[in-house]
């Protein structure tokens, strides 16, 4: 009985012994996926930013022309915007200050829920002035926002 458990205790060690070879094997391959991993294109704030200047835009002329369920798909552009700000350049320190942008969303978003074109534009308006602080907040505020006065993509209608 004991010269039965020596040999499965010593059948069991080299069971789950894996060989060195295997070993250093699977490490260069963890490795060389870090490498690619790190070279992976990852967009960067500015191109996010660019994007949110888009919607926010577009978000502008549906709520005009009070298109509200188009005014609600890109309101929620911007917030998934920078949801992926928050994901994607965690190491930028501009980002602590994002939160500013959480009220007047939220006014936004409110008044396209009630559909009530007066109340909008003064979101609008506190959106799009918020956008400046938060430039002027991060040393940006050479990049200034406005209400745009024409729309941002010519093939699109805004009042469907």
Not at 23 to 35: G, N, P, T, V, W
Not at 50 to 78: C, M, R, T, Y
Request: proline share 5%; aromatic share 8%.
């Amino acid at each position: 009985m004991k010269y039965l458990i020596i040999v499965l205790s010593l059948l069991t060690v080299l069971a789950c012994k894996q060989p060195a070879n295997d070993s250093k094997q699977l490490q260069q391959r963890i490795d060389s996926l870090e490498k690619k991993l790190e070279a992976a294109y990852r967009p960067g704030l500015g191109e996010f930013m660019s994007g949110i200047q888009v919607h926010h835009a577009k978000l502008w002329f549906a709520g005009l022309h009070e298109n509200w369920p188009l005014a609600d798909f890109e309101v929620h552009e911007i917030m998934e915007s920078l949801d992926d700000i928050n994901s994607y350049c965690s190491d930028r320190s501009e980002i602590k200050q994002l939160p500013m942008i959480n009220g007047p969303l939220d006014s936004v978003n409110k008044a396209i829920n009630v559909k009530d074109l007066s109340r909008f534009k003064t979101a609008f308006t506190l959106l799009t002035n918020t956008c400046n602080n938060c430039h002027k907040t991060t040393d940006h505020g050479f990049n200034v926002i406005k209400i745009p006065d024409s729309p941002p993509l010519s093939n699109q209608d805004f009042g469907h």
